[in-house]
C-alpha cells in the first residue's frame, strides 16, 4: 500500500536582527539557572558566544562558555565536549552559537547529559548502535553565524567516526534544538567566500527537497518506523520555493558586499525557510556526494577559511555535482527542474532543451560568486571517481530520498561530468 501520511516538525523560531539579545529573558522564563554555552574557537574570537553569555547573566543564568567544538566534528571532539560538560554540570540548558559543528556538538552534548551510556551508542546503526534516547533532552537554543547549514532546524548531528574512517550522524526527534534564533547580524562578518560556500548550501537544501522522492511514492509505514526526512510534501514544499525566491535576488548581493544588512537579512531567512523544508522532506545526490568529496580532500585551501588544514568546505563540496545531478534527475519530474530554474533566474532565457535549464542557471550562479569550476578545481581527476563513487554509495540514507535508484554508472556518471563544469 502507499503511504499517505507525512510529518512536519519545526523548532519555535526567533528571527531578526537583535534576535540573539533575548536569550537570556528566554531561559529564564524556563527556570534555567545554570547553561553551557557551546561554540569553536573560531567563533568564540568574535566576541558572540560570551556576548551571549554576559546577557543571560543579567537574568540571574550563571553561563559558561565551552569553545572546544571542532569544525566538522569527530566522535573524538564530540567526547572532549561531553566529558567536560558531564564533568562540569548539571546544566539546565544549552545554548549552541556558531556554524553547524557548534550546533551538531550541543546536541551530543545534550543527548548525554540527559542519557545514559557511551556516544557510540547513539551513532545510526551500522556504525554505531542505533540506540534511541529514552529521556527528554534539556533545553537547546540554536544560534547559527553562519547562513546555511540549517542544523538549527534539523534533528540530526553529523560525526566523522575516526576508528572506522567514515561520516555518520545521530538521528532523532528528540535532538531538534527546542527554539532557533536566528539574528542575521552575527552573519554580518562572515568572509565572501564562506557567504557563497555556505549559500551554495541553502540553495542545495532548497532545491534537493524540492525535488526529493515525493511521500506518496514510499510504502506505507507503520508509526514506528516513520523518520524524520519523509520525501517531497506540500509544506515542505513551500519552504523550498520560497527561500529560491529570496536567494534569486539576495545571494549575488551578499557575496559581494557583506556590509549589506538587508542581504545578510533576506539570506538569513532563505536559510531559515530551505532547513524548515529540507529539515523534513530531506536532501539527496548532491549531499551524498559531499561526504566523499569533503573527506578525500588532499591540499586544497578555500579562501575565507582558516588555512591551517586543507578542506573542502560542505556547501562547496555539495555545489559541485549539483548541475550534474540535476540533470540526472530531470527526467523525474521535469516541471519542478523548469520551475525551480524560474524561480533562481526570473525572467531568463529558457534553452530549448530543458533538460540544461537548472544546470545551466547554478553554473551562471556559481561562476558569478567564485565557486570553484568543478571537481578538478579542488584537486581531483579522473583517477580519483572510483573511490569518490563508492563514497557517495556509501550514503544510503540520502539516496533514499532522491528521485530516482543511483547506480553506481550514475554515479560514476556524475562525478565525472562534475570534473569541469564550464
Ligand atoms: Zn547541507
Known sequence: MQETVFTYGAPQLKFGPGASDEIGYDLSQSGAKRVLVVTDAGVAATGHPQRVADQMAEFGIEAVVYDGSRVEPTDASLQAAVDHARETGPWDAFVAVGGGS?????????????NPGDLIDYVNAPVGGGRSPAHPLAPLVAVPTTTGTGSESTTVCVLDVLAQQVKSGISHPRLRPTMAVVDPRLTMTQPAG??????????????????????????????????????ANPIADMWAEKSLRLLATSFRQAVKNGDDEDARTQMSLAATFAGMGFGNAGVHIPHANAYPVAGRVRDFRPEGYPDDHAMVPHGMAVALTAPEAFRFTFDADPERHVRAAELLAPGSDRPDDLREYLPGVLADLMR????????????????????????????????ATAPKDVTEDDATAILTRSLELW
Open 102 to 114: 557548534a550546533i551538531d556538538t550541543a546536541k551530543a552534548v545534550d543527548l548525554l547529559c540527559t
Open 194 to 231: 564562506v557567504t557563497a560556500a555556505a549559500g551554495m548550501d541553502i540553495l542545495c537544501h532548497a532545491l534537493e527537497s524540492w525535488t526529493a522522492r515525493p511521500y506518496t511514492s514510499y510504502p506505507r509505514k507503520q508509526p514506528e518506523e516513520r523518520v524524520p526526512y519523509c520525501g
Open 368 to 399: 558569478d560568486i567564485g565557486i570553484p569550476n568543478g571537481l578538478g578545481a579542488v584537486g581531483y581527476a579522473e583517477s580519483d571517481v572510483p573511490a569518490l563513487a563508492e563514497g557517495t554509495l556509501k550514503q544510503q540514507r540520502l539516496l
